[in-house]
T-cell receptor
Framework: GAVVSQHPSRVICKSGTSVKIECRSL??????MFWYRQFPKQSLMLMAT?????????EQGVEKDKFLINHASLTLSTLTVTSAHPEDSSFYIC??????????????FGPGTRLTVL | LAKTTQPISMDSYEGQEVNITCSHN???????ITWYQQFPSQGPRFIIQ???TKVTNEVASLFIPADRKSSTLSLPRVSLSDTAVYYC????????????FGTGTRLLVSP
């Protein structure tokens, strides 16, 4: 149980295009999902907190108009990187907090999406 | 959110016990300590969580002293497949709190 999937697992796009990444909780409902970015050899950096049915909360320094987050249901959150540039190339990871937690501050992570912008 | 400090890297050999210590001097009363493991190009995976004293599960033990200003993740008899980055996080037990990842400890297990 408690599986989080991401789609696609990797994507290559041209500079200036937009890319949508999906995060799904497969066997549980999640009111809150989180989006992280990770550059090579670095730690995960939280980008935003996504709450079902409301606007996402972005961390300082993260452009909300560039990284559009939609959390339309209790099992799906999407991150759209708009007008992508090479510096947006990174590993994007989502996590989800189940409604019925068995541990404190429990989050399950997706497998990540490797974005390469040419 | 309490900040955590860990060694950047550690080396070990197969079959040895590995202890990774994390400092969290500003831990709050309601904070729990959680450890995650991350393999390259994968999302982090939960290892263990604790509040005080000792917690043990099928993969690791977590030792937390009385002042809770540090914690030690103990991996018994590591294998090559335990080569990964290990993150120590501190967070409030209540609500859906964001997790702030520190630098993590890169563990390399050699034959």
């Amino acid at each position: 149980g408690a599986v989080v999937s991401q789609h696609p697992s990797r994507v290559i796009c041209k500079s200036g295009t937009s890319v949508k990444i999906e995060c799904r909780s497969l066997d549980f409902q999640a009111t809150t999902m989180f989006w992280y970015r990770q550059f090579p050899k670095q730690s995960l950096m939280l980008m935003a907190t996504s709450n079902e049915g409301s606007k996402a909360t972005y961390e300082q320094g993260v452009e909300k108009d560039k990284f559009l987050i939609n959390h339309a249901s209790l099992t799906l959150s999407t991150l759209t990187v708009t007008s992508a540039h090479p510096e947006d190339s990174s590993f994007y990871i989502c996590s989800a907090s189940p409604l019925n937690r068995t541990r404190n501050n429990e989050q399950f992570f997706g497998p990540g999406t490797r974005l390469t912008v040419l | 959110l309490a900040k955590t400090t860990q060694p950047i890297s550690m080396d070990s050999y197969e079959g040895q016990e590995v202890n990774i210590t994390c400092s969290h001097n500003n831990i709050a009363t309601n904070d729990y300590i959680t450890w995650y493991q991350q393999f390259p190009s994968q999302g982090p995976r939960f290892i263990i969580q604790g509040y005080k004293t000792k917690v043990t599960n099928e993969v690791a033990s977590l030792f937390i002293p009385a002042d809770r200003k540090s914690s030690t993740l103990s991996l018994p008899r590591v294998s090559l497949s335990d080569t990964a980055v290990y993150y120590c996080l501190v967070g409030d037990r209540n609500g859906f709190q964001k997790l702030v990842f520190g630098t993590g400890t890169r563990l390399l297990v050699s034959p």
